[in-house]
């Protein structure tokens, strides 16, 4: 039987990093690799393979380290991903941009796992893994953004339909309503026809300003004037009718932005207001995880791709995060750095630290 190196194995054990290795850890990949002597394999931290020996365990700070020490990238966790030097993450790109050419055509999964050269299975697990959603789900989502581009442009809804390859008109109301956030008409004209109430407080970040649809809010934005808030607004809903926020049937968005302000102000709890999310597939997947995570607590956009399902799309979350146009409501803010740097924020670095200062004090408090 084959006995450990005391030594060594000490070494390892005593090493901080053994304990996030041990715990598979996402918010460590990035941060170090680890190679396994007897298999001549390296790994990222979350890697989901059985633990290795102590003694069979050396870390390394980089990928390119572990490479340099004649080690091989693991084809379960792909540790190379994390950089972008991953095979297979790089072709899952260009399989998605091979949908993006040819959106309009009926593409087979047998199809697009030739382009990737693997089998269907493997690839359909692959390019979930690595772009986030699945290929029929990315088409869907790369189909609407064609259809909304030619509305957008002034083709007729007849022609943007069979132009997107949707095939009937039918098809188009069947699909894409609840991604348009209206009819293809009411699209196609601005987003004539729909009405948008908004309302404009002074709150402990500065000038806010909340926007809401019969469906729910749609908009918070803050950090600017109110002259740029507004302009904001009509930018994402060019041409719906902005109505401000009055004492008849739009009351109730006056109670919302009070409840948020007191949020911001005085620490109340964050207010469960009803939320009209407009997006792609994977961004609302993104924005609804994001709602499950604590005031106090953050995640890092490894465990939001892994939360989500697609532990290697993690710039696909962060750049949903930056996409998110209801600030606050959907706490974006609570995603972080794999490394707990505060990465980017669609309102400021200065806006996000203090939003997770306040929710660790009030988490704190209670």
């Known amino acids: 039987m084959t006995t450990l190196n005391p030594t060594t194995a000490k070494a390892v054990i005593d090493d901080p990093r053994y304990a996030r290795l041990s715990a598979r850890d996402p918010a460590a990949d990035g941060q170090f690799y680890y190679g396994v002597k007897s298999t001549g394999v390296f790994c990222r931290p979350s890697c989901p393979a059985r633990l290795a020996r102590p003694d069979n365990i050396v870390f390394f700070d980089t990928a390119q380290d572990a490479q340099d020490a004649g080690f091989r990238a693991c084809l379960r966790c792909h540790p190379l991903a994390i950089d972008g030097r991953d095979p297979a993450t790089e072709a899952m790109r260009r399989v998605a941009a091979y949908i993006d050419a040819h959106v309009d055509q009926p593409l087979s999964l047998r199809l697009l796992a030739d382009q990737a050269g693997l089998s269907r299975f493997h690839f359909q697990r692959t390019f979930k893994a690595v772009i986030g959603v699945s290929p029929r789900e990315y088409q869907a989502a790369a189909r609407l953004k064609t259809f909304k581009a030619l509305l957008r442009d002034g083709e007729d809804i007849l022609g943007a339909t069979f132009e997107a390859g949707y095939g009937s008109t039918s098809r188009v109301y069947e699909t894409v309503t609840g991604g348009l956030g209206m009819t293809p008409s009411a699209y196609r004209a601005g987003g004539a026809g729909e009405s948008i109430a908004y309302a404009l407080r002074d709150t402990a970040l500065g000038p806010l300003m909340m926007a809401a649809t019969d469906r729910g809010v749609c908009f918070v934005e803050f950090g600017m004037d109110a002259a740029a808030l507004y302009a904001r607004l009509e930018r994402e809903f060019p041409a719906a009718s902005l109505v401000p926020s009055g004492p008849a049937a739009d009351a109730p968005l006056d109670a919302w932005i009070a409840a948020l302000d007191d949020h911001l102000s005085s620490g109340a709890p964050r207010p ?38 697609a532990p290697k799309a993690v710039r696909a979350a962060a750049s949903a995060c930056a996409a998110n146009r209801i600030g606050v409501l959907i706490p974006c803010h609570r995603a972080l750095r794999a490394d707990g740097g505060l990465g980017g924020y669609r309102w400021g670095l200065a806006a996000k630290r203090t939003l997770l200062d306040r929710e660790r004090a009030g988490r704190s408090a209670g």
């Open 272 to 309: 469960d207001l009803p939320l009209d999310m407009r997006g792609t597939a994977f961004q609302l997947k993104v924005w609804k995880f994001l709602l499950s995570v604590r005031p106090g607590d953050v995640v890092s956009y490894s465990e939001l791709a892994q939360g989500v399902g």
